[in-house]
Nanobody, 125 residues
Framework: QVQLAESGGGAVQAGDSLRLSCTVS????????VAWFRQAPGKEREFVAV????????EYADSVKGRFTISRDVFKNLVTLQMNNLKSEDTAVYYC??????????????????WGQGTQVTVSS
């Protein structure tokens, strides 16, 4: 069973950068589509970015496109989310999620079987 653990969250100022990491244990990201979601206080969890297995494609929510970059390191079994030019509206708990043996992308949390515990990102203006 795949286990995920996020790290790298923190409190920053608007315009700063953070890099979140999602470490995969008891499994591999080689044949997994891995995504980042976030949940702000009082809001539903929303899709942020996805790294798609097999196609090696990446997709981003419009709200983060051009500022966030998702990448994977198969040797380290690691997926990172580089977040630049952070805004106060990026404040949320960020989760990584994985769907194994899937060739397609998905922006729906219902399609992801494995989740990390989340890491808090707080951006003050």
């Amino acid at each position: 069973q795949v286990q995920l653990a996020e790290s790298g969250g923190g409190a920053v100022q608007a315009g700063d950068s953070l890099r979140l990491s999602c470490t995969v244990s008891r499994g591999t990201i080689i044949r997994s589509t891995v995504a980042w979601f976030r949940q702000a206080p009082g809001k539903e969890r929303e899709f942020v970015a996805v790294s798609v297995w097999k196609s090696a494609g990446t997709e981003y929510a419009d709200s983060v496109k051009g500022r966030f970059t998702i990448s994977r390191d198969v040797f380290k079994n690691l997926v990172t989310l580089q977040m630049n030019n952070l805004k106060s509206e990026d404040t949320a708990v960020y989760y990584c999620a994985a769907r194994t043996h899937s060739t397609g992308s998905s922006w729906s949390e219902d399609d992801y079987a494995y989740w990390g515990q989340g890491t808090q990102v707080t951006v003050s203006s």
